[in-house]
């Protein structure tokens, strides 16, 4: 037996766990055309519990862009283990891959059961017994998620992880801005901070246990950290003019970002323990939105040094920084993917601003999005998508898009505009 109770979700509990909640819903936009059939059955006694843990995992694979899910009303038969099921009848609807299992409460908790099936090999892939306690039967889906999704990809799935995000309500000169933590799925939302002054760009820590932000509390903007477990929260900076994009090394130890202090607005690295500044660069462009490489031996940031906003990767060995986008007029806020062979970033063209995936061998640019009106993209830790702000309507909503922009969803907020997503790291 595995218990679901690990470190990261006890974490999560304590951290989140006395505040107000207001979700975000997922509305998928686009599926892929080479998504993996896959049905996953409702299981065995869950319409007992307060979740429905098989629809949860139902929803994450389906919005991952790697599988396309078969909807209950086409199942002809309902098995919860390996030894009811008949292969043959799941192989006539092309499903390729089963997921069956049980579900029960047991005590102030939960037993959930599983069982991934090979349906073309006839075996049993995966399965094991989870437990959860009271109020996380969520928590285990999105762990079942994951595992079902590495099993069959090899690549870590990242169900469990969070996302955090600012909303704005009111008109006028009553806005109220609220920086939020929910799961990635948008469910479990949390406020972090509440401010009648605009939050901007969270940025969370290698560890998940710190956001840091651009705050304007105190009338100018000043960079701020903040522990989610205790609350407790320190002014990294609050210089003259801008203090902007804070960007976590890949250590913990230092955050890049964009300060005015000495004129204009250039790449810093503060060394968080000692409160020491170093300058990056020393332009009389704006250079701004830095972002680490996943070695932490480079960053990449925005530029407007050959007349317009472009990218840029500045080598800390050498202290050199090298033009990486020459595609267009305007490309901004670039992301590395895990792996480091490639950048997320927003592309602007005669369709608006999108966000665009460039190989960094090739300096090949692909266009992601729909969306013409597109800022703020964040990369999922395991690199297969990308999360983004953009505009439904009149309203600020969240978009996401599969890196090969095959896939698409939207998580709209009831509680008003959405912008400034971050996605967290894997939660260990």
Known sequence: MKALITTCLAAALLMFGSLAQADLTIEITRGSDRATPIAVVPFGGADALPEDVARIIHDNLARSGYFDPLERNAMFERPTTRDE??????RALDVRYLVVGTASQEGDG????????????????????????????????????DQIFEAITDIRGAFST????????????DIRFVLHVADADGHNSQQILSSDEPILSPAWSPDGRKLAYVSFETERPAIYIQNLNSGERVRATSFEGINGAPAWSPDGRQLAMSLSKDGQPEIYIM???????QRLTNNSSIDTEPSWSPDGRSLVF????????QLYRYDLASGEAERLTFTGNYNARGRFAPDGESLFLIHGSDRGYQVARQELDSGRLVVLSDSGQVESPSVAPNGTMVIFATQQGSR????????????????PSAEGDVREPAWSPFLD
Do not use: C, K
Not at 85 to 90: K, M
Not at 396 to 411: H, I, M, Q, T
């Open 271 to 277: 060394d968080i323990g000692a409160r020491d500044f």
């Open 302 to 309: 925005t530029s407007d040094r050959s007349g317009g906003p």
């Open 162 to 173: 969070r996302i955090a995000y600012v909303t704005a309500r009111g008109t006028g000169d």
């Open 85 to 90: 099921v008949r292969f043959g009848d799941w």
């Open 110 to 145: 939960y037993r959930i059961q599983y069982e991934l099936m090979d349906i073309s090999g006839e075996r049993r892939m995966l399965g094991e017994v989870v437990t959860a306690g009271n109020g996380e039967l969520r928590g285990a889906g999105h762990y079942i998620s």
């Open 396 to 411: 600020g909503v969240l978009g996401a898009v599969s890196a090969d922009g095959r896939s698409s969803f939207r998580l």
